[in-house]
């Protein structure tokens, strides 16, 4: 079984910046894909940003350009640099791990950007 747990969320002003992290048991991290998504009151989860195991990156449309997803293997870490941040991305942010048929959610860091 994998467990994830996140940091880095916080109350920011709209134009600042932000760091998640997820940190994960180690076992597969190498081989997974990993991903963000968020979840606003009164809304359904939406994916933010992916990463697969050979480093190749995916975007929602609404934070291309402003966030960055990484991932350090050695760590089993993945990592989400917000930037440019805007009230609506107001959210809780959950990692996400794949492998094959194991999948897991952290369980969420509260993100609040205030206008």
């Known amino acids: 079984q994998v467990q994830l747990v996140e940091s880095g969320g916080g109350l920011v002003q709209a134009g600042g910046s932000l760091k998640l992290s997820c940190t994960t048991s180690g076992r597969f991290f190498s081989g997974a894909a990993m991903a963000w998504y968020r979840q606003a009151p009164g809304k359904e989860r939406e994916l933010v940003a992916r990463i697969t195991s050979d480093g190749s990156m995916s975007y929602a449309d609404s934070v291309k350009g402003r966030f960055a997803i990484s991932r350090d293997n050695a760590k089993a870490m993945v990592n989400l640099q917000m930037d440019s941040l805007k009230p609506e991305d107001s959210a809780v942010y959950y990692c996400?791990?794949?492998?094959?048929?194991?999948?897991?959610w952290g369980q969420g860091t509260q993100v609040t950007v205030s206008s």
């Open positions: 996400y791990f794949r492998f094959g048929v194991l999948n897991a």
